[in-house]
């Protein structure tokens, strides 16, 4: 669904509830109720969909008439698991970017500095990626963007303009916090779920079957069976013609400040 139409069903939902509302006493409640689920489920789109850009304006994907894909990492670093991923990317003379916790590279800084050193980018993916992150005042994100940045300009000197949302949820408080801080929301167009996915034959099914040009994977840092197929994937893009390219290239967007 647009952004437009998105729009419009929500405003037209909100002002049928409105005036639904104030004529209470002519309209039978059942057609107050159905006017305000149809108003929530249009504001649970908007939150859960990254690609809604319902709150945000995000870059989902890149340029769909080239071909080139990047690829992404989130939740990093972690000792080992990145480790792995940067010595299979290091093989393939392959460049990817790691959307990394900011709690997490104040306790690995040496694999945030090397994943720098070697040509890949890091991304703000907040500083603690908790549960409930989306549930948070505006000032509260700001505070978790702003400490990750700083640990970030702390440990390999760029503060990042790239930034993913905890769990893809973006909500106004969220949008308030992005403006702020003046970053580029990240989405994705392919969703590994390697997070949850545990049979290798349906998660190669899920990254490989629809890649397209222009493409944005999203993977995690933690995924053992994404490690054990990144080789196998990073060989398929390029038996199909396409080529993985850096996130910034493919966007065409500076990624630091």
């Not at 309209?27 to 789109?45: D, E, T």
């Not at 698991?81 to 800084?109: S, V, Y």
């Not at 907040?126 to 005042?137: C, K, P, V």
């Not at 079957?209 to 398929?236: A, C, M, Q, R």
């Amino acid at each position: 669904m647009r952004l437009s139409k998105i729009i419009t069903v929500s405003f037209l939902c909100g002002a049928l509830l409105s005036v639904a509302g104030f004529f209470l006493w002519q309209w039978p409640i059942w057609i107050c109720l159905v006017i305000l689920i149809l108003f929530l489920c249009v504001k649970i789109y908007g939150s859960t969909f990254i690609d809604s850009n319902f709150y945000i304006r995000t870059s989902c994907h890149g340029n769909r008439s080239g071909n080139g894909i990047a690829i992404t990492f989130d939740d990093g670093p972690m000792v080992a698991n990145t480790e792995r991923i940067l010595d299979i990317l290091k093989e393939k003379d392959i460049h990817a970017t790691f959307f990394c916790i900011g709690k997490n590279i104040l306790q690995t800084p040496s694999i945030a500095k090397r994943i720098d050193e070697e040509g890949h980018l890091i991304g703000n993916h907040s500083f603690e990626h908790g549960r409930f992150f989306d549930l948070q005042s505006t000032s509260s994100m700001k505070l978790e963007l702003n400490k990750t940045d700083a640990v970030i300009l702390n440990t390999i000197k760029k503060k990042p303009r790239f930034f993913r949302p905890p769990y893809g949820i973006t909500n106004p408080n969220l949008a308030r916090a992005v403006k702020e801080g003046s970053y580029e929301t990240i989405g994705w167009s392919i969703r590994s779920l390697d997070t949850i996915i545990k049979d290798r034959n349906r998660l190669w099914r899920r990254i490989t079957k629809n890649l397209k040009p222009g493409d944005i994977v999203l993977f995690h840092d933690y995924s053992d069976l994404t490690i054990e197929l990144l080789p196998d994937f990073i060989n398929h893009v390029s038996s199909t013609g396409l080529t993985i390219v850096r996130l910034d290239k493919l966007l065409n967007i500076k990624p630091y400040v």
